[in-house]
């Protein structure tokens, strides 16, 4: 290998590490459809956010002890009044662990509104939702870690759900919590996956998921099957007019650059003026185990597949395996949706009344989720528990069935 002088830090890592053709492939060349949204943006506020939760994390490790016995104070009092700025990190931290989950749900829905799961994008997605059901684990994780009674009491429902599977329940059970009770071994043993091991799967799968965005790039607003090579040949010649491609770098970034700051102003306004949203009053209290809440609910998050579970009130069984199916339903959507069909939801009007009472029955359930299982609220509770499994694995396969015979 010939090394000459180099005139300048680029052409020095570019005689070394091949630097300029890495920036090609991972920016400048990397062709981008140009007939996209906004919502095409939240993929790098994901980023963003996760980023984030990285930097204020490492801030509230420096303070935070995993010790039943001290984890309570080391966060409502050192870290809280305490430590400068200690209060900033914890609302950071708090506000960016729900917002991601917003902004999830919304990237997801974008992706089922305009069909970008199938005809080829099929890995996409279950890498998307494989990131989906690892974020549940780190929120569920990191909830439990400063140690109030919503963190307790959370967490003894939920280390108790495979107590219901036959025959090795109780023993799993027992294995999860590393003790007969919720007690040390759990909080250590969930300190261990929130801060270490969650956080490498999440590197991971967010490598994994761009990567699986290469080769049938990303969908666009019409579902229009676009030909890269041809269209990346015209943007390189000059006619970017003509070209219906764009560069990752400088084009798409720096406009999703612009969404991202927008979308910060929001976030630091919630930081600042509303942080509360994000956490429960009742978790100001330390966990106490004799002293059971009178609800036990999760974040808002959670309580559609909460509601799923506790739907089915005649059968602890049945509700958990419900809640089982609910948590990788859309895991299966590329498969139940039977039309080969890429396009907006408003450009198919089956598939859009599908969609609308898809997101209806979730919000039902969510709001149902949080309120307290008696009376009337166990009936739409079931109502809605039971419609979500059939519209997702019944209902679907029949509406795109029609679809593609139409
Ligand atoms: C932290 C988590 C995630 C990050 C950082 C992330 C990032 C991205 C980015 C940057 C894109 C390309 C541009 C865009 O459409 O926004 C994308 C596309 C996509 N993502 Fe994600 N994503 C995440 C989670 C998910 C989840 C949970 C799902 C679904 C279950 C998902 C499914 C998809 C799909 C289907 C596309 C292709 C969209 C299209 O072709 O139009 N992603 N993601």
Redesign the pocket.
């Known amino acids: 290998m010939e090394v000459k002088k180099a005139n300048g830090v680029i052409d020095w890592l570019d005689q070394r590490i091949a630097i300029k053709k890495v920036i090609e492939v991972l920016a400048t060349k990397y062709w981008v459809p140009k007939n ?1 949204n906004f919502l ?5 506020i ?2 963003t956010l ?1 980023t984030l939760l990285v930097v204020s994390g490492f801030f509230l490790l420096m303070y935070y002890k995993p010790d039943t016995k001290l984890a309570f104070d080391s966060v409502n009092d050192t870290i809280m009044r305490e430590v400068a700025f200690g209060w900033l990190w914890r609302h950071i931290h708090a506000v960016a662990a729900s917002m ?1 989950f917003l902004i ?1 749900y919304i ?2 829905f ?2 089922v509104y ?1 069909g ?2 199938k005809r080829g ?1 099929e890995v ?2 279950i ?3 494989l ?2 059901v690892v ?1 549940s684990a780190e929120a569920f994780s990191g909830y439990m870690l400063p140690w109030g009674q919503m963190s307790f009491w959370a967490a003894a429902v939920i280390t108790n759900l495979p107590s219901a599977i036959p025959g090795i329940g109780p023993d799993l059970v027992e294995w999860v919590r590393g003790n007969f009770v919720i007690a040390d071994s759990t909080l250590t043993r969930f300190f261990m996956l929130h801060v270490c091991l969650l956080p490498i799967v ?1 590197l991971m799968l ?1 490598a994994l ?2 990567y699986t ?1 290469r080769v049938p ?4 607003e019409n579902g229009e099957e676009i030909d890269f090579e041809a269209e990346a040949k015209k943007y390189e010649e000059g006619k970017k007019k003509e070209a219906k491609v764009i560069s990752f770098w400088p084009d798409f970034l720096s406009k999703d650059i612009f969404v991202v700051s927008v979308f910060m102003m929001l976030f630091f306004y919630l930081v600042c003026y509303h942080f509360n949203f994000a956490m429960d009053p009742i978790n100001f209290e330390p966990a106490n185990n004799m002293k059971t809440p009178a609800h036990i609910y999760p974040e808002w998050y959670f309580l559609w597949s909460y509601e799923v579970l506790r739907g089915f009130f005649f059968s602890a069984d049945v509700g958990l395996i419900a809640f089982g199916i609910a948590q990788v339903a ?1 895991l299966f959507l590329p498969w139940l949706d039977r039309s080969p069909i890429v396009a907006p939801a408003h450009k198919r009007p089956l598939f859009m009344i599908w969609f609308w009472v898809l997101i209806l029955d979730l919000v039902v359930l969510t709001i149902f989720g949080k309120l307290p299982p008696e009376g009337i609220n166990n009936q739409i509770g079931l109502v809605a528990a039971v419609g979500f499994l059939v519209w997702v694995f019944v209902a679907l396969p029949v509406v795109t069935i029609m679809e593609r015979k139409k």
């Open positions: 996209i095409w943006a939240m993929g790098v994901l980023l996760f991601v999830i990237h997801m974008v992706a305009y970008s799961y994008r996409i997605w890498g998307g939702m990131l989906f974020f999440i967010i998921h761009f965005l790039h990303v969908n666009n859309f």
